[in-house]
């Protein structure tokens, strides 16, 4: 009677209806329930491994024309002479490992008899991708700037060498702000990620900025006419130089240095005149005529999250200290710190995610202007700085009715923001469009220069030099390139 | 400008939405076996040509077969249970090896040929999918079924797209760098989370009192 039991119910209902369950003949085994069978990262555990034992006689590199064999057997985890079973990890990570390389399409992986029992030979085919990158757009128009355009662009696979070389311009229309003129700024970049297959990485840029920067003298903090405002020009012309380290896959330890010469041209004595007419001095933190900024920087970043345009779930955290001192031939003693901190938490089978965004920075001793905190840094409903230029002039949206009188520039600034994300499609990989995302965020900006912080002259609410900032939009992942269609955004570009 | 801006979006879209991972329904049997609840279904069209011919590389095939078994209205799964199996070809000796490693332990086999194998690793018979403590007498429930052929890990997902955020060092300005957002890649190569994948969802199902 319980061998029928086991017979599979021959009429089932529609959906509405649920579907009794047979009782079946037991078999004497008893299975828990729960625990999966593969660790957090979905590997299985190293005494897991099955198979035959090989040995890598050879392998074989087919379908690169630019890029150099050696780089991509640097990048893979295996090599000729190694023993290993045919379940070994990394054998299945071989694969991923050239793709991470950047420079190919599509990656596949075969294996035929070598000369003797037991051995292999690993055939792996690449099919190559483009790898110029266009890295970024600038284009808008404010008052401060009628027109401004660049691009940045580069190229990840220079001769096949594996190196990267990138650069970026910029120009800026001068607008009528008195003392400012037209800018531009251009920039190149050399970097290896992996110094001959090593876990040391090495890169440098050099940075010439032709441009003008102002001041508010005189008028209301939300009067954003141009006849308040005064500018001076500037030259700026410097370079970075770092080392980097993969502490592991994820995370990349940097050391840097920057020299960099700044020639300004500031007013004597610039002042500013108050809304109730009294008149007080402007520190613009640039020396005049001709100084230099000489600093050695510190500089950890690691990544977990497992789409960085399209996050659902993971970490990123990075955080750089750099100190400029007269003990480098510095003319500016002064030390910066900055840190970001971002986290994921998937919701509704990783449909929706919830994510977590805190950044920040403090300026300590007397920093240059450039290397101060912008309004536009912290604040994203303004239009950021491009190489270094300020494009506008905009006053934050007082939404909170807090200090009306921020500044440009601070010591202290940083954001916290919450957003929630919606996925709205996804693609398959085989189709140009990867997915997209709906999203709404909203935090907390603020930016203060030390001074603000220890003395108040209003209530504290008043005083506090922090605000709300609102975000939503569209971001769409694409083969040909990401997207991000925001509120913020279209702001940044007009105001 | 804003209209615009959405029939942007709504162009890019459209394209994908064909691939959106909406579950199959499949009718599947459930029976009691012991203190077990097991399911019998069918995910053999996870295996396409291409997928199939990959069984003779030499290199390790993967399925990973989620299963989670929810309350009829309900969005917490009472039961949750991972098995994966894989699958490599011997090339000296000719034979593929597969191995099974789930609830019910880790089991290797040794077949002659390719569709042994595939059978193998795609029969869902008599699957455990529960404690029967876990099923109530009379609630209603319905299964889940996600199943994945080569799976990548979230780690390894990380690293093969770490270069869009890692970048290539940066100029003069580093402040940007900790506040700003991401940047935009053009030509921008991405691997899927798994080869393929196949979500199903059974009819509800109960268990009767005795």
């Known amino acids: 009677m319980r061998g029928l039991a086991a017979f599979v119910l021959a009429l089932l209902v529609t959906s509405a209806h649920a579907e009794e369950v047979v009782p079946g003949e037991p078999e004497g085994r008893d299975v828990p329930a729960g625990a999966p069978a593969v660790d957090a990262a979905g590997n299985l555990k190293p005494d897991d491994e099955y198979g035959p034992v090989l040995l890598i006689e050879r392998i074989d590199i087919t379908g690169n024309t630019a890029t150099q064999d050696d780089i991509i057997r640097r990048a893979l985890p295996i090599a000729p002479g190694d023993i290993l079973h045919a379940s070994d990890q990394r054998l299945r990570n071989a694969r991923f490992k050239v793709l991470a390389l950047g420079f190919f399409r599509e990656v596949t992986l075969a294996m035929h008899k070598g000369t003797q029992r037991g051995n292999v030979i690993i055939e792996i085919v690449v099919a190559e991708r483009g790898t110029f990158v266009l890295n970024r757009l600038w284009f808008g128009t404010t008052d401060a700037s009628p027109y401004w355009f660049g691009t940045d662009v580069g190229e990840r696979n220079l001769f096949g060498l594996g190196i990267a070389v990138g650069g970026g311009f910029i120009y800026a229309a001068r607008g009528s702000i008195d003392g400012t003129r037209d800018q531009w700024a251009g920039e190149l970049r050399l970097a290896d990620g992996s110094l001959r297959g090593t876990r040391w990485g090495a890169n440098g840029s050099l940075t010439l900025v032709r441009g003008s920067d102002f001041y508010r003298a005189a008028g209301n903090p939300d009067d954003d006419d141009n006849a308040n405002f005064r500018g001076f020009p500037y030259r700026r012309f410097g370079g970075r130089f770092a080392a980097t380290y993969d502490i592991s896959a994820l995370t990349r330890l940097s050391i840097a240095s920057r020299i960099e010469s700044i020639a300004a041209e500031p007013p004597s004595a610039p002042t500013r005149v108050l809304p109730d007419g009294r008149i007080v001095n402007v520190d613009l933190h640039v020396e005049p005529g001709n100084s230099r900024v000489v600093t050695a920087g510190l500089g950890i970043d690691r990544d977990t999250r497992s789409d960085p345009i399209l996050p659902h779930s993971g970490t990123r955290i990075a955080a750089a200290v750099e100190v400029g001192t007269s003990a480098l031939a510095s003319d500016y003693d002064f030390a910066t710190i900055f840190a970001r901190f971002e986290h994921w938490w998937p919701l509704r089978s990783e449909r929706h995610a919830l994510g977590m965004r805190l950044a920040g920075g403090a300026v300590i001793g007397n920093a240059p202007r450039f290397d101060r905190i912008h309004i536009s840094d912290v604040n994203r409903m303004l239009t950021p700085r491009a190489l270094g230029l300020v494009l506008s002039s905009a006053s934050p949206l007082d939404i909170l009715t807090t200090r009306d009188d921020k500044p440009i520039y601070g010591e202290l600034g940083g954001s916290a923001s919450i957003e929630y994300a919606v996925r709205l499609f996804r693609g398959s990989g085989r189709r140009r469009v990867y997915g997209g995302d709906l999203f709404v965020g909203a935090g907390v900006w603020g930016l203060a220069e030390l001074s603000d912080v220890q003395l108040r002259d209003s209530g504290v609410w008043g005083a506090l030099p922090i605000d709300l900032y609102i975000d939503a939009g569209v971001r769409v992942d694409t083969d040909f390139g990401i997207f991000e269609l925001t509120v913020a955004n279209a702001l940044g570009r007009l105001r | ?210």
């Open chain 2, 1 to 210: 400008m804003r209209v615009v801006l959405a029939l942007v979006v709504v162009l890019l879209a459209l394209p994908a939405h064909g691939d959106d991972d909406k579950p199959e329904t499949q009718r599947m049997r459930f029976i009691e076996r012991g203190q077990s609840l097991t399911a019998t279904g069918n995910i053999a069209k996870l295996f396409d040509q291409a997928a199939y011919e990959a069984m003779n590389s030499g290199f390790p095939s993967t399925i990973r077969i989620g299963s989670a078994v929810y309350p009829r209205n309900g969005t917490s799964a009472v039961a949750f249970q991972i098995e994966e199996r894989s699958v490599v070809y011997d090339l000296w000796d000719e034979q593929y090896v597969i191995r099974i490693d789930g609830p019910g332990g880790k089991r290797t086999r040794r077949v002659k040929y390719r569709a042994e194998a595939l059978k193998l690793l795609t029969a869902i018979d008599d699957f455990p999918i529960a404690r029967l403590a876990d099923i109530p007498l009379e609630d209603v429930f319905y299964l889940t079924l996600t199943v994945q052929l080569n799976p990548v890990s979230k780690e390894t997902l990380a690293e093969v797209r770490r270069w869009i955020s890692q970048g290539t060092g940066g100029g003069l300005d580093r402040g940007g760098v900790f506040f700003g957002s991401f940047v935009s890649v053009f030509v921008n190569p991405k691997i899927a989370d798994a080869d393929r994948v196949l979500r199903i969802r059974s009819q509800p199902f109960y268990r009767p009192k005795p």
